[in-house]
């Protein structure tokens, strides 16, 4: 199981989205949850970038909501983390 860090531009945005569109709300908490347990689940369709966000990978939260994050190893312990970059509709994130 990874652990989720979220950056202040992820709080931000996230905020931002719901304040917006409240119907996203339970959606990303069912999204985020499941990629605490399996990033990689094919409910989340997880695919890697390319182009300017190059390195970094995706999974989707509803239909045109979009979620940006990178993986990196935790240093003390090594384990992999989950760190979220971003969120909101594909044309906002990409």
Do not use: N
Not at 6 to 19: D, E, G, I
Request: with cysteine; aromatic share 8%; proline share 4%.
């Amino acid at each position: 199981m990874r652990q989720l860090a979220l950056t202040p531009k992820f709080k931000r945005a996230h905020a931002k989205l719901v304040r917006h569109h409240r119907e996203y709300q339970r959606r990303i908490e069912e999204t985020l949850t499941q990629m605490e347990k399996d990033v990689f689940s094919p409910k989340l369709g997880t695919h890697k970038l390319s182009g300017r966000l190059s390195g970094l990978w995706a999974c989707t939260c509803g239909f045109d909501c979009r979620i940006i994050f990178a993986l990196e190893k935790y240093p003390p312990t090594s384990e992999e983390v989950i760190v979220l970059l971003d969120i909101g509709t594909h044309h906002e994130v990409y």
